[in-house]
């Protein structure tokens, strides 16, 4: 197996490929922006075609900074008789995710759902071509560069599999099949963390098999291929769970380290106090009907529950996971 | 004229059953078309069971299905109240993926798309959805939302657009 370096050179090579394919230039591309949120501090090309990966329906990714307030609202531009798919990015924002640091103690859905973002995002700078820049906003790229940027994704997958194998372990006896979907994703998770340690930080999970191609990852792709037929009815995928949990026991990296599982409440999610129980729903549409221990929501700053990667929760608020009335987190403790 | 069993179920499916379908099926079916041109085909397996399973939640939404779509939430259940026929049927379009070769995928991909389209069409909308990465695709979208918020807003359910293309401060 070897690793990837994506040098400026080729990434430059990759752009300029695409580009004269399509009888356009960087010039022309970098007019394409929209000027709505003032003159743009940075303009950097990105994506998928820098990885490699891209294909003849491929878009073109722009990341753009501006000094502006922003929103995600795709804007796409066919001008040059392709897609361009510009993002634009606020530059109070920007700074803040190279010091932003890893996700420890209590860890809620939206520091989740913020932080995994912001990773993609940084991911998505560190392999891109300056197409223009102002203000020295070229230097940031140097700070997506750094290493801890590998360390901080690799991380974040090895998490990403307990989390979801923790789920796969839970779900198995009521859902097998979504077990199996969730085992299967753990799986996917181990397999790009594995990547990510080897240069492969690009976040596009379905760009995995082209990850583990390019690195010459044959063991990788054989335990990709030993799980990526999904099984299709409750018997098959008790089956398959084993095997995923074999794989998963052998494929894991567990350092030294204690891995806590955290529950809380989804939002839309509300209790209501009955005779000898409560009655848990979600936007007044699904309920279940649990027992008088189940957990209150006394404080939506902190977990329903908590406890160790290799517990089962107690029976209501298991049962309180399998409805779909709460979000996992894992966070790591020193052993 | 049909009756409706469930009015908010019937909301769910109209509004973030489209919102699924502009925001990822269109673009992940792209993706396999491009994918298949270039003989990616470990990468249109991971696609193609990305949109099944998003068909999947859209076909459960009148059923029992979480109205709000988060596959990053490890307890989301893309198959609640599904049929294990449904769920089978969806699943094997997956599985029939894994076998593609240049002769055979573009017979595989019809396939697919008739499923997608057959999805579609459950969402109740007389012409096709509007495809986010046209041009006119992003206000066509806006133009579904406007419709359904106001309807989403009184019935107390979460907002349709992704709050990441809302200002911030906006009402999560």
């Known amino acids: ?335 | 004229m049909s009756e409706i069993p469930s009015m908010v179920r019937h909301v769910a499916l109209r509004s973030y059953g489209a919102l699924r379908f502009i925001n990822a099926i269109q673009g992940s079916m792209e993706d396999i078309e491009g994918a298949i041109s270039h003989e990616q085909f470990g990468t249109v397996v991971l696609h193609a069971r990305s949109v099944v399973l998003s068909c999947l939640w859209v076909r459960s939404l009148t059923l029992e299905g979480e109205i709000e779509f988060d596959a990053d939430s490890v307890s989301f259940d893309f198959f609640a109240g599904l049929s294990p026929d449904a769920i089978a049927q969806g699943l094997s379009i997956v599985n029939d993926s894994i076998q593609i070769q240049t002769g055979t995928a573009a017979a595989w991909f019809d396939g697919l798309r008739e499923y997608v389209n057959e999805t579609e069409r459950l969402l109740g909308y007389k012409a096709p959805l509007p495809l986010l990465r046209s041009p006119g695709g992003p206000l066509g979208f806006l133009g579904i939302a406007r419709q359904w918020s106001p309807v989403l807003d009184e019935l107390g359910l979460p907002l349709l657009l992704p709050p990441e293309w809302l200002p911030s401060g906006s009402k999560p």
């Open chain 1, 1 to 335: 197996m070897r690793e990837q370096q994506l040098t400026d050179e080729l990434l430059n090579e990759r752009l300029d490929a695409f580009l004269i394919a399509r009888r356009t230039t960087r010039e022309k591309v970098v007019s394409d922006v929209a000027d709505a949120f003032g003159p743009p501090l940075l303009v950097v090309a990105t994506g998928s075609v820098l990885q490699g990966f891209s294909n003849p329906q491929s878009d073109l990714d722009l990341n753009v900074v501006v000094d502006y307030s922003v929103t995600r609202l795709p804007l796409p531009s066919h001008r040059h008789g392709f897609l361009i798919d510009a993002t634009y990015f606020d530059a109070i924002e920007v700074k803040a995710w190279v010091s932003r640091p890893s996700l420890t103690g209590e860890i809620t859905r939206d520091q989740w759902r913020r932080y995994s973002t912001e990773l993609k995002y940084c991911t998505r700078f560190r392999d891109s071509v300056v197409l223009s820049a102002r203000d020295s906003w070229d230097g940031w790229i140097s700070e997506f560069r750094k290493p801890g940027l590998v360390s901080r994704v690799t991380e974040w997958w090895r998490l990403e599999s307990l989390r979801r194998w923790c789920a796969g372990r839970w779900l198995a006896d009521v859902k097998p099949l979504l077990a199996a979907q969730r085992r299967f994703e753990a799986i996917l998770a181990t397999l790009e963390s594995r990547a990510a340690t080897r240069g492969q930080v690009y976040f596009g999970p379905k760009w995995l098999p082209e990850k583990l191609r390019v690195l010459n990852d044959h063991e990788g792709l054989e335990v990709l291929h030993a799980f990526q037929k999904a099984p299709v009815t409750e018997p098959e995928a008790r089956e398959y769970n084993s095997r995923c949990e074999a794989c998963l026991i052998q494929c894991s990296e567990r350092p030294n380290e204690r891995a806590v599982v955290q529950l809380w409440y989804l939002p839309g999610v509300r209790v209501r106090e009955l005779d000898a129980g409560v009655l848990v729903s979600r936007w007044n549409l699904r309920a279940v009907e649990l027992g008088p221990a189940t957990p209150r929501i006394p404080d939506r700053h902190r977990p329903i529950w908590e406890g160790e990667f290799d517990t089962t929760p107690p029976a209501d608020v298991l049962r309180l996971f399998i409805s779909d009335m709460t979000w996992l987190s894992i966070t790591t403790k020193p052993a």
